[in-house]
């Protein structure tokens, strides 16, 4: 019955609509096009996080390495760094915790530049992850024109952040960090939004034109993985609905 309604609410959304969703203590699970790959926006970077501390974690880089940010380096959307001052220093773990906590593009490019797109994609593949895949950097206008695009699947997300949950990828102290990074999500207009404030939500949105979507841990009493993805749709709809299915599933993880 819980799955019958949130199926009926997804069937009058517009657009390329995904849904993947796991009891983490049932097991119990449900999916829609879960599989399909979508249009990743920025939802891209909690692969791309993952991938740095997995380079960190086996010694290719630190987490106190310095990079100097550029002009070059700069480019529109969220964040704070392309609004500071060329020669900025930076560490890689300012970069990838501005990645996630602000969804700084600029910390994002910065990042991917170190590890080079192939490295990333390839332990992206460590991981089970086959259709999200990173193809250029963002804001990359030229690559857009050809049709270069990041892509992901709402389920091999939320295997991803299952794993990470159970500590079962890299190390249990990354994935610690990973979760308590996630947390610190400033973009909380969707899965948080009508979940009570005192309940812990590991998450991290997308955004474009005609493009939303939310992937998370939710902390509840019975914790539960949600992932959310919808392209060319009517993002105001599909956020309302977003917002409508993550609280019943909510409400269905304390019975």
């Known amino acids: 019955m819980f799955f019958t309604e949130i199926k009926k609410i997804l069937d009058k959304l517009h657009g390329k609509i995904g849904v993947y969703y796991k009891d983490l203590t049932s097991g119990k699970s449900f999916g829609f096009n879960e599989n399909e790959g979508f249009l990743a926006a920025s939802v891209i970077k909690l692969p791309i996080l993952v991938a740095v501390l997995h380079e960190i974690n086996n010694g290719g880089l630190r987490k106190d390495d310095i990079i100097k940010l550029s002009t070059d380096d700069k480019v529109p959307g969220c964040g704070a760094l392309a609004h500071m001052h060329s020669g900025?220093?930076?560490?890689?773990?300012?970069?990838?915790?501005?990645?996630?906590?602000?969804?700084?593009?600029?910390?994002?490019?910065?990042?991917?530049?170190?590890?080079?797109?192939?490295?990333?994609?390839?332990?992206?593949?460590?991981?089970?992850?086959?259709?999200?895949?990173?193809?250029?950097?963002?804001?990359d206008d030229e690559q857009q024109m050809k049709g270069i695009e990041n892509y992901f699947s709402p389920s091999e997300i939320g295997v991803l952040l299952e794993d990470v949950y159970r500590k079962k990828i890299i190390s249990q102290d990354i994935c610690q960090e990973i979760e308590e990074i996630l947390k610190l999500q400033q973009i909380n207009s969707k899965i948080p939004y009508l979940i009570p404030d005192n309940i812990e939500i590991a998450h991290k949105t997308g955004e474009d034109e005609g493009i939303t979507h939310d992937v998370g841990i939710v902390y509840s009493k019975n914790p539960f993985i949600l992932c959310f993805a919808a392209n060319n749709t009517d993002v105001v709809i599909a956020e309302e609905a977003m917002r409508k299915i993550s609280l019943m599933c909510y409400g269905n993880s304390l019975l």
Not at 106 to 117: C, E, F, R, Y
């Open 88 to 139: 900025l220093d930076v560490t890689i773990k300012d970069l990838y915790k501005l990645m996630i906590i602000l969804s700084d593009n600029t910390a994002t490019n910065m990042l991917i530049k170190v590890l080079g797109i192939q490295n990333i994609n390839s332990i992206m593949k460590e991981f089970g992850l086959n259709t999200t895949k990173l193809n250029r950097f963002l804001f």
